[in-house]
């Protein structure tokens, strides 16, 4: 049986660093929470250990809702990392 793809979107400079706009990933049944999937994804390569030097920063979205990075990503379709937002 085929492990289920699950979509990570990325956004600004995370996207700049990585240096693609999404991508499709099965997940390690080890990856449980977002701190999880953070730390996976920086031993993935130096593009993802450059986006995500400072993991405490990056913001994240599950399925479109903004989550804490303790949060289970058992069902997550979609995954959303992006930079903190700035207001003006």
């Known amino acids: 049986m085929r492990e289920p793809l699950t979509k990570l979107v990325y956004f600004a400079w995370v996207r700049e660093r990585i240096g693609k706009p999404e ?34 920063v990056i ?15 058992a069902d997550a379709r979609e995954i959303a990392l992006f930079p903190p937002m700035t207001g003006g």
Do not use: C, F, M
């Not at 499709?24 to 986006?51: F, H, I, M, Q």
């Open 59 to 73: 913001r994240v979205a599950i399925n479109h809702e903004h989550v804490d990075h303790r949060e289970k990503i």
């Open 23 to 56: 991508e499709e990933v099965s997940l390690p049944s080890t990856v449980e929470t977002v701190a999880d999937l953070l730390r996976w994804l920086k031993a993935r390569g130096e593009e993802y250990e450059n986006a995500l030097q400072y993991p405490d």
